[in-house]
């Protein structure tokens, strides 16, 4: 089922979930609940500086299991330092990126296979999912000519090959056909405004306590 206030944001490169997570997050503040925003890799101190080692540098540095584990290490510091301490205080916690990320980026592009990811999402996270996942999906070129312009040496796997890219959109979209209960698609090629009401009727919707 999960964690009811907890709403995950997934997709491939430049889908705006940054700016639609700030857009979200005021209007659930306007709604009078607590919000807090958040990332992956990241979130918290440790996490932070695990992902410089992630974003930055050669495409190839890590082998792929280093690199899935180094993703769970940083999610772990997330949920310990994060996530859990948030959701215990009754506050919505709203991430950009979570475990569907290692699925689709290490799992599937990266090939190391559902099966190792699952069995460390069982270990790490738990029961500790989100009952909401909103996937922002956009062709890749258009994701990647949007994130291109964006400053900043965090491109380490923008700079991965198109096929890499291609190959994240479907993960995702198989991600969200297999868990229809707590995945929404949301049409990212749509403009902002467009992309925040979409966003904004699923969550709507989740809102109603009724549902659960
Ligand atoms: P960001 O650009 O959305 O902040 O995310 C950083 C990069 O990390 C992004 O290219 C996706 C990648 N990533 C993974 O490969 N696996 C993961 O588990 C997560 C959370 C992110």
Same mark, same amino acid.
């Given at each position: 089922?999960?964690?009811? &206030?907890?709403? =995950?944001?997934?997709?491939?490169? #430049? +889908?705006?979930?940054?700016?639609? $997570? !700030?857009? @979200? ?8 609940? &607590?919000?807090? =925003?958040?990332?992956?890799?990241? #979130? +918290?101190?440790?996490?932070?500086? $695990? !992902?410089? @080692? ?11 299991? =280093? ?5 769970? +290490? ?129 969550v709507r919707g989740?809102?109603?306590p009724d549902r659960h």
């Amino acid at each position: 089922m999960g964690r009811r &206030r907890f709403i =995950t944001l997934e997709g491939g490169e #430049g +889908a705006g979930k940054s700016t639609q $997570i !700030r857009l @979200l997050a005021q209007r659930l503040s306007e709604a009078g609940h &607590r919000v807090v =925003t958040t990332r992956e890799p990241g #979130g +918290a101190p440790g996490a932070e500086a $695990i !992902r410089e @080692l992630l974003v930055t540098g050669e495409t190839g540095r890590w082998a792929p299991k =280093t690199e899935a584990l180094l993703h769970f +290490a940083a999610r772990e510091e997330h949920l310990a330092w994060t996530v859990r301490p948030a959701l215990e205080r009754g506050d919505w916690v709203i991430s950009d990126r979570f475990v569907d990320s290692t699925m689709a980026y290490q799992g599937v592009a990266q090939k190391l296979g559902a099966e190792f990811i699952n069995e460390l999402k069982a270990l790490v996270v738990g029961d500790d999912m989100p009952a909401l996942t909103l996937i922002l999906d956009l062709a890749p070129e258009t994701g990647l000519a949007r994130a291109g312009r964006r400053a900043g040496g965090e491109d380490r796997y923008e700079r991965m090959d198109k096929a890499f890219h291609r190959t994240l959109r479907q993960a995702f979209l198989d991600i969200a056909k297999n868990d229809p209960q707590r995945c929404v698609v949301i049409d990212a090629e749509k403009d902002e405004a467009a992309v925040a009401e979409a966003i904004w009727t699923a969550v709507r919707g989740h809102l109603d306590p009724d549902r659960h």
